[in-house]
């Protein structure tokens, strides 16, 4: 059965439901819920392959979580759903930090128009045990600074290593589009968790 979503109008009022695939097709205003994997220890960032059986993006790298918040669920109930079905990790709210919501920009290719805001979360953990659902291919692990070259410097390629520390090469047009999310949210979270971390011309 098709997921229902909440839709808002551009003052983000509530208008009404509508299935996912027409909320893609029109671009109707919609809610979802990100969260980042960061490892405790050190400035580490986890990520998912998306499967290769997914209709949208199939196998792009994504953030280790994000989905769609069903028609009146809250954000809190949707993380928790998202994180269990995409990565296998049972968790509590207690154990994730919230970092608000973020208006993320349109965006539009053939067939796909997505306008949406996010409910950003972060959750902390070194080698966390990952078990993906079937929406996920693999988990990876990238170092804060070689994605912070990649989003705010514009690199076409970065390094990542599989969670049996196997390197791979991952270039910019493999991964999919959260423009902006990591330099407004969680690069200022980033400085404050690892005070000493050096991004870009710090």
Known sequence: MEEVLDIYDEDWNHIGTAPRSEVHEKGLFH???????????????YFQQRAHTKKDFPDCYDLACGGHMDAGEPADAAALREIREETGLVLTMDQLVSLGTYRAPDFRIPGYYDREISHVYVYRQDQP???????????????????????????????????????LVIRREEWCCHDGEFQAKIIPYLKTAFPEIHLGGD
């Open 129 to 167: 045990a990952f078990a993906p659902g079937p929406e996920v291919g693999r988990m990876v692990c990238i170092s804060a600074a070689d994605f912070y070259r990649m989003e705010a410097e514009g690199a076409e390629q970065i390094t990542g290593k599989t969670l049996d520390g196997t390197e």
């Open 31 to 45: 809610q979802v819920v990100h969260c980042w994997v960061i490892a405790q220890t050190e400035p580490v960032l």
